[in-house]
């Protein structure tokens, strides 16, 4: 069946990066575009990109380009997200999805990330 | 980009039925995709493409789309259905997701 698992949770302070993995499984990696989508306590899903993993290629909300960047790795069926320049109010559970075209089909489980001085 | 618009909270007891709306300007041009999300958890896909139920799904859900209103439908509201739902569309001008705000269904 398929699974999507995600790494686990991190504490960043102000400043700092954190890479969030999204592994695979279950069916064929390069088929289905990767998303990434966040949610602050409380608040509602914020859709951050994409990533096809077959080509590499991605695509950015505006509101996170130059600070995000979407990557894959198909030998391990694993694709990636970093975010860089942390700042208090990225604090959130990042949650990565297999789309189906316009729509997310397998959400992982999320990963929740904390950015405290 | 596309806006969104959902009521924060929608309350119905059980049994009865629970119509849960999703605006935006001439959305019945667009494919909705409708999602479920108990607290703590995750969201799950309960409706894609409109109309259309991933297996699993109870058939006491439904969506609909028409104009600038979708809809999701649940029937006979259990405890069970007490969640957040989002409804999201793909934005082609921005080549982008868009969601909602959400909907809180709270089961009386």
């Known amino acids: 069946q398929v699974q999507v698992v995600q790494s686990g949770a991190e504490v960043k302070k102000p400043g700092a990066s954190v890479r969030v993995s999204c592994k695979t499984s279950?069916?064929?990696?390069?088929?289905?575009?990767i998303h990434w989508v966040r949610q602050a306590a409380g608040q509602g899903l914020e859709w951050m990109g994409w990533v096809n993993p077959n080509s590499g290629t991605t695509g950015y909300a505006q509101k996170f380009q130059g600070r995000v960047s979407m990557t894959r790795n198909t030998a391990i069926s694993t694709a990636y997200m970093e975010l860089s320049g942390l700042k208090s109010d990225d604090s959130a559970m990042y949650y990565c999805?297999?789309?189906?075209?316009?729509?997310?089909?397998?959400w992982g489980q999320g990963t929740l990330v904390t950015v405290s001085s | 980009s596309f806006v969104l618009t959902q009521a924060p909270s929608v309350s119905v007891a059980p049994g009865q039925t629970a119509r849960i709306t999703c605006g935006g300007d001439n959305i019945g041009s667009q494919s909705v995709h409708w999602y479920q999300q108990k607290p703590g958890q995750a969201p799950i896909l309960v409706v894609y493409t409109d109309d259309i139920r991933p297996s699993g799904i109870p058939e006491r859900l439904s969506g609909s789309n028409s104009g600038n209103t979708a809809t999701l439908t649940i029937d006979r509201v259990e405890a069970g259905d007490e969640a957040d739902y989002y409804c999201?569309?793909?934005?082609?001008?921005?080549?982008?997701?868009?969601f909602g705000g959400g909907t809180k269904l709270a089961v009386l």
């Open positions: 999201q569309v793909w934005d082609s001008s921005s080549d982008q997701w868009v």
């Open positions: 279950g069916y064929t990696f390069v088929s289905y575009d």
């Open positions: 999805v297999r789309a189906f075209g316009g729509y997310g089909g397998n």
